[in-house]
């Protein structure tokens, strides 16, 4: 059985997080997703969290080498030893070559990079009707993957909000950020052939049932 060391690739609302949840729940490892952790340090109101802020507000990047470093720092704790699922990083070339020296430093190899190909008509879609519990983060949709009771997290019993980023002019640009500067990814992880492109619809079985099948075509069960 290979190690899972995996990498989503997608458009903000391509419906990445839920895959990255699911993936995790299939194999029991953790998911590291960058927005969630700059959102976690904007809550506890640290320095990190006042910095990044600046930049989630206006929909662009935060700077590579802080985001760099906080990604180094949670991966250099011991739940992520067993695999992980990066979430919304790396988004830049240079944050795509900033992961390869740390994986070589920690004698780490990339598994697979889970790519989901949305048209932006229906991201903006995806992406208004998108809510997250306050507590757990557990992302849900509106029509796609609704909570069993309207605005209240089946996992935890959480709040479910709509993120302030994901108004539709801050969407916009959201979306240019990822067609200019993350979108040349895919051809840097296909050169190196670790591409895995799946579908951007969930089947009726579900996000957990499709992962379950991706992880067997894949080796990893
Ligand atoms: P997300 O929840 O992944 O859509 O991320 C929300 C926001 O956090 C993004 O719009 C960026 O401002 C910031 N962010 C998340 N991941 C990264 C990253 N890898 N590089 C730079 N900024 C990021």
């Known amino acids: 059985m290979k190690k899972a060391n995996l990498i989503m690739l997608g458009a903000p609302g391509s419906g990445k997080g839920t895959r990255a949840v699911a993936i995790c729940e299939v194999l029991g490892i953790v998911q590291v997703a ?13 320095e ?29 704790q011991a739940d992520t030893e067993k695999g992980f699922v990066l979430d919304g990083f790396p988004r830049t070339l240079k944050q795509a070559e ?30 208004s009707g998108r809510m997250v519990c306050e507590k757990c983060q557990a992302p849900y949709h509106k029509e796609y993957t609704p909570p069993k009771t309207e605005g209240v997290c089946d ?21 240019n950020v ?32 499709d992962m379950r099948e991706l992880c067997k075509e894949i080796g990893l069960i």
Do not use: W
């Not at 960058?34 to 640290?46: P, Q, S, W």
């Not at 006042?50 to 080498?65: F, I, N, Q, R």
């Not at 009726?204 to 049932?209: D, E, F, I, L, R």
């Open 34 to 46: 960058t927005g969630d952790l700059f959102r976690h340090n904007l809550k506890n109101n640290t």
């Open 178 to 209: 990822y067609r200019t500067t993350t979108l040349p990814l895919v051809d840097f992880y296909e050169k190196k052939n670790l591409i895995v492109k799946i579908p951007p619809e969930l089947s009726s079985a579900g996000a957990v049932a």
């Open 98 to 127: 900033m992961l390869d020296d740390m994986f070589k430093e920690m004698n780490r190899e990339i598994t697979a990079v889970v790519y989901l190909d949305v048209a932006d008509e229906e991201i903006v879609k995806r992406i």
């Open 48 to 76: 990190l969290g006042k910095l990044a802020k600046s930049y989630m507000d206006k929909g662009e990047l935060v700077p590579d080498d802080v985001t760099a470093a906080m990604v180094k720092d949670r991966l250099m």
């Open 155 to 175: 996992k935890c019993g959480g709040t479910l909000y709509t993120r302030d980023d994901d108004k539709p002019e801050t969407v916009q640009k959201r979306l």
